[in-house]
């Protein structure tokens, strides 16, 4: 039997139950097949293996090791921090007693008990270790004394070279508080000058010790130092150079600087260092 459709196709009837039946079988194969796979790739992505590619297990480090490294890592910022040397400019008071000269005289009321220099100085000081540093400095004092009635003028200038060591009794995080003994020299010169005209020079040489207390207060590339010394001071007066028109037909004894044999001086220092 032949059905004829609208299009004008033809399509035959007979044996059409068995090829439905061998067609429905074909579609059951069909999509069990494409379970299968569906499964299996499902499987795939839920196993380890594809999450990519796998990570390496991981190391424990020995102990030592760990050590070595930490040490090595920081090496660098102790290397940074440990900063051995510096050199600074600072302000300086020394105080002293007054002198008495004989060729000009002032009145000792005015005068008082002691006198006190301002000047300046520059130093350098390299740390050995924890405790102890060397120091080297160069310091200098003036002060002038003038009698406003008669311009009569005596002008004191001290310039004190010295070594000393610290020792660091005390450590902060930035503060260090030390001990201090040196020694050195010291160049004494006095001028005058009196209202007639005359004028003079002496100079003469000491030799120094001293004691003191030193703080320091350390950033990463300045510090700020401050100090407080005690010196004892041993001058020859014999050694003393006097010249210039005030000292025409005087005694041989006022040629001699108007200074003890035994002086004592007291300096305090405040400055700032760089550290390199």
Known sequence: MVLATRQGAQVALPGTCRSAHHL???????????????????????????EGPTRP???????????????????????????RFMVGLEGVALQTAPLHTRLIR?????????????????????????????????????????????????AQDLLLAELGALFYIAHGEIGHLA???????????????????????????????RVGLDIELLLNRLAFVISLRAYGVI??????????????????SLRLAPVPVFQTHMIGAAGVAYRF
């Not at 000792?108 to 220099?117: D, E, S, V």
């Not at 003994?181 to 120094?208: C, F, K, M, N, P």
């Not at 020859?236 to 025409?248: A, K, L, N, P, V």
């Open 235 to 252: 001058t020859d007066r014999r050694r003393t150079r006097s010249e210039g028109t005030i000292f025409e037909g005087v005694e041989p």
């Open 24 to 50: 429905g079988a074909g579609v059951l194969v069909a999509l069990f097949g494409m379970l299968g796979m569906l499964g299996g790739v499902t499987d795939a992505l839920a196993s380890p293996e594809a």
């Open 57 to 83: 297990p991981a190391v424990i480090a020995s102990p030592a090791a760990v050590e070595a490294e930490t040490e090595a890592d920081a090496k660098p910022r102790t290397e940074t921090s440990a900063r």
């Open 179 to 209: 001990v201090d003994g040196g020694v050195g020299g010291l160049g004494h010169q006095i001028r005058y000058s009196r209202g007639d005209g005359r004028e003079g020079t002496q100079r003469v040489g000491a030799a120094l010790f």
């Open 106 to 154: 002032f009145d000792r009321r005015y005068i008082g008990q002691n006198t006190t220099l301002g000047g300046a100085g520059i130093f350098g000081r390299w740390r050995a270790n924890d405790r102890i540093a060397l120091d080297l400095g160069v310091r200098s004092g003036t002060l002038r004394v003038e009698r406003a009635e008669s311009e009569d003028l005596v």
